[in-house]
T-cell receptor, first 112, second 113 residues
Framework: AQSVTQLDSQVPVFEEAPVELRCNYS??????LFWYVQYPNQGLQLLLK??????LVKGINGFEAEFNKSQTSFHLRKPSVHISDTAEYFC??????????FGAGTTVTVRA | DTAVSQTPKYLVTQMGNDKSIKCEQN?????MYWYKQDSKKFLKIMFS???????INETVPNRFSPKSPDKAHLNLHINSLELGDSAVYFC????????????FGEGSWLTVV
């Protein structure tokens, strides 16, 4: 089985500042990694995913993440955030058991 | 066109009632899921169906019964609702089992009073 730990439960950030959301995973098999975003009172939207290939993955809305196998991490970054990036962010991992396991989420609050 | 649609979006009901949440996907995917998001926003898989066959059944009370009439639909029926069932229930689908992007519906907010 695999699991995910999101190291920050809340991240306040000022508009136009950079943000990094940390995610570590554990698994005994090869994994696929995902970041989803949930805006208030809405469903989950895929930001980006790592399945194979380049370890630097670019997603929607200017987000990117880097897969680091040695550190078992998949941190999400954005160089300059907007007010509209205020949301809950979930890191997720899928392995050999066909399940998508989610982290506990990181609440990002962007302030002007 | 909504890829994964679920109804109702909001549902308030009394303890002891039986209710259903319907889900349909128009993506042609083989696999569908139900996830539960609790009050602390933690997401956990409940069920997974592949081509109408139950693949994953997590430790969910048997008051919860999924039904898949065809591979485009996965409904969730809940008997004898309890206060602790209050949550957001997400339907989702993916092209196949494993290693694929999972696409989520908008969620169904269930409140048991």
């Amino acid at each position: 089985a695999q699991s995910v730990t999101q190291l920050d439960s809340q991240v306040p950030v000022f508009e136009e500042a950079p943000v990094e959301l940390r995610c570590n995973y554990s698994s005994s098999v090869s994994v696929y990694l995902f970041w989803y975003v949930q805006y208030p009172n809405q469903g989950l939207q895929l930001l980006l995913k790592y399945l194979s290939g380049s370890t630097l993955v670019k997603g929607i809305n200017g987000f990117e993440a880097e897969f680091n196998k040695s550190q078992t991490s998949f941190h999400l970054r954005k160089p300059s955030v907007h007010i509209s990036d205020t949301a809950e962010y979930f890191c997720a991992v899928s392995g050999g058991d066909y399940k998508l396991s989610f982290g506990a989420g990181t609440t990002v609050t962007v302030r002007a | 066109d909504t890829a994964v649609s679920q109804t109702p979006k909001y549902l308030v009901t009394q303890m002891g009632n039986d209710k259903s949440i319907k889900c349909e996907q128009n993506l042609g995917h083989d696999t569908m899921y139900w996830y539960k998001q609790d009050s602390k926003k933690f997401l956990k898989i409940m069920f997974s169906y592949n081509n109408k066959e139950l693949i994953i059944n997590e430790t969910v009370p048997n008051r919860f019964s999924p039904k898949s009439p065809d591979k485009a639909h996965l409904n969730l029926h809940i008997n004898s609702l309890e206060l602790g069932d209050s949550a957001v229930y997400f339907c989702a689908s993916s092209p196949q089992l494993g290693g694929n992007t999972i696409y989520f519906g908008e969620g169904s907010w269930l409140t048991v009073v």
